[in-house]
């Protein structure tokens, strides 16, 4: 079976521009949550969906940052301006049911914002 | 505060040694799960293992296992006999009934041939 799918792997942009990243989870997960993972901060969860409603977005630094999920296999991360504080390795990862059960995570998308 | 501590930064060994890999959680629930991945240089995060707070058996799977002890809240992961390939970094989580998936700041493996 397929596993989470990110796209794009690496992402490099010039500050001010949008960025959208995207994910595919697993077929038949319900839960699909994206990560931001830097050094200073490590991984950090930024907004989670159960059935395509957003549960928790308190994670998302400011509103630059939105995130949808207008399916249950699509889901995207935007990033209107990008500030080159934002560079960092996003994660998409899906799960059969909330945090208690395992997560599967996507490759990520490396994001250069100049 | 920080729920999940893995205290090494970095652990440097020798291919064929042993190494093991220190978790310490804080929580005050008594349903809570633990989990480790792995993230090699490749940069993926790849599931190792889950546990259950009720689940104290220690588990062995192939040159992987895992010691969990509730009562010193730890829950440390060993190698055995290290390769090249293990190097990566090990990250250790705890997610509560209801909470989200806490990561610990992970520790680096590096096995030297």
């Known amino acids: 079976d397929a596993g989470v799918i990110q796209s794009p792997r690496h992402e490099v942009t010039e500050m001010g521009q949008e960025v959208t990243l995207r994910c595919k989870p697993i077929?038949?997960?319900?839960?699909l949550f994206w990560y931001r993972q830097t050094m200073m901060r490590g991984l950090e969860l930024l907004i989670y969906f159960n059935n395509n409603v957003p549960i928790d977005d308190s994670g998302m630094p400011e509103d630059r940052f939105s995130a949808k999920m207008p399916n249950a296999s699509f889901s995207t991360l935007k990033i209107q301006p990008s500030e080159p504080r934002d560079s960092a390795v996003y994660f998409c990862?899906?799960?059969?049911?909330?945090?208690?059960?395992?997560?599967?995570f996507g490759p990520g998308t490396r994001l250069l914002v100049l | 505060a920080q729920k999940v501590t893995q205290a090494q930064t970095e652990i440097s060994v020798v291919e064929k040694e042993d190494v093991t890999l220190d978790c310490v959680y804080e929580t005050r629930d008594t349903t809570y799960y633990l989990f480790w991945y792995k993230q090699p240089p490749s940069g993926e995060l790849v599931f190792l293992i889950r546990?259950?707070?009720?689940?104290?058996q220690n588990e062995i799977s192939g040159r992987y296992s895992w010691n969990f002890q509730k009562s010193t809240s730890s829950f440390n992961f060993t190698i055995t006999a290290s390769q090249v390939v293990d190097s990566a970094v090990y990250f250790c989580?705890?997610?509560?009934?209801?909470?989200?998936?806490?990561f610990g700041a992970g520790t680096q493996v590096v096995v030297t041939p």
């Open positions: 546990r259950n707070s009720f689940d104290e």
């Open positions: 077929s038949g997960h319900d839960y």
């Open positions: 990862a899906s799960s059969p049911g909330p945090s208690r059960e395992t997560q599967y």
């Open positions: 989580a705890l997610s509560e009934a209801w909470g989200k998936l806490q």
